[in-house]
């Protein structure tokens, strides 16, 4: 899958469709059907498109979501969250680094737990658990329909108080909608954000205070850099490296800072990102 159209609702595939094929299956590198081959470019450059599956699949389900949203529903969340492989489950630990003025060195503080999320052989997020100083926050618990839309949700709080909600199926279609946003704009009352076709997200500006944050990503979709402006002034800069396991999955996220206000130390270590990713076996 190249990207998705949502002018049209398909996605746009670089796999060839020849003439007389429309109606295959289009499938993604795990095996599984992602959409209905429908047409081709003339001339274009190797452009085929396909029909989302769950938009197929679920006809019988008469929402009025519009078709030019299909495309976005065609993405399971570890598609959405960039995760290659059958992948169970990621855990995320955070660590900071310190400056020590005696030895002019940084060293690495003890990496706390920071969230979990586990998902369904499918890809679907089964379960998203937030940690704080290592204690359980809060905890979601998703369940899902045969099409992949959410049916029920439970809360649970790191005080043992549980909530659950059912979820009608134009809220699990909206919620999917929601998470995904490719080549758009997204305003709220006190931000807008702009994202790529990748829906990567590219530009935060800030309505409230001038602040505004330009990032830029690899070609994984991996975050490299942040640039922050105040009243369109640049301040400081992030940037990103990172190791990766055999999938292509990152497991080690290493930040550095610049900041104009400090421009001689250059860029100086701020913070190391652990994913402990587990997979399903095949």
Do not use: C
């Not at 310190?98 to 940084?106: G, L």
């Not at 329909?145 to 909530?163: A, I, L, M, N, P």
Request: charged letters at 30%; a negative charge; zero cysteines.
């Amino acid at each position: 899958m190249s990207g998705i159209r949502k002018d049209a609702g398909l996605i746009q595939i670089d796999a060839a469709i020849s003439r007389g094929s429309s109606g295959g299956v289009v499938v993604n590198t795990r095996a599984e059907v992602i959409g209905i081959a429908v047409s081709s470019r003339v001339g274009g450059q190797n452009l085929n498109f396909a029909i989302p599956v769950e938009y197929l699949s679920d006809l019988e389900f008469h929402f009025t979501a519009p078709v030019i949203w299909a495309g976005a529903l065609s993405l399971k969340d570890r598609d959405r969250e960039k995760l290659e492989g059958p992948v169970q489950s990621v855990s995320a630990k955070e660590a900071r680094y310190r400056y020590d003025q005696r030895s002019d060195k940084y060293y690495e503080t003890l990496a706390e737990l920071k969230e979990k999320s586990k998902y369904d052989p499918i890809g679907n997020e089964v379960e998203w658990s937030v940690y704080k100083n290592g204690n359980l926050q809060w905890r979601y618990i998703f369940t899902y329909d045969q099409q992949g839309f959410k049916t029920h949700q439970v809360k649970e709080s790191g005080d043992g108080t549980r909530k659950q909600d059912d979820i009608t199926p134009t809220e699990g279609i909206n919620q999917k909608l929601n998470l995904r946003k490719f080549s758009m704009i997204a305003e709220s009352d006190s931000a807008k954000f702009v994202y790529d076709r990748d829906g990567n997200e590219i530009e935060y500006i800030s309505k409230t205070d001038g602040e505004r944050a330009v990032s830029t990503y690899n070609e994984h979709g991996f975050l490299t850099e942040r640039k922050w402006y105040m009243n369109d002034k640049l301040e400081s800069v992030d940037r990103y490296e990172y190791e990766t396991d055999e999938y292509g999955n990152w497991i080690k996220q290493y930040e550095t800072n610049y900041s104009e206000k400090y421009r001689e130390l250059g860029f100086t270590p701020s913070r190391l990102v652990y994913r402990d990713i587990t997979y399903y076996r095949q």
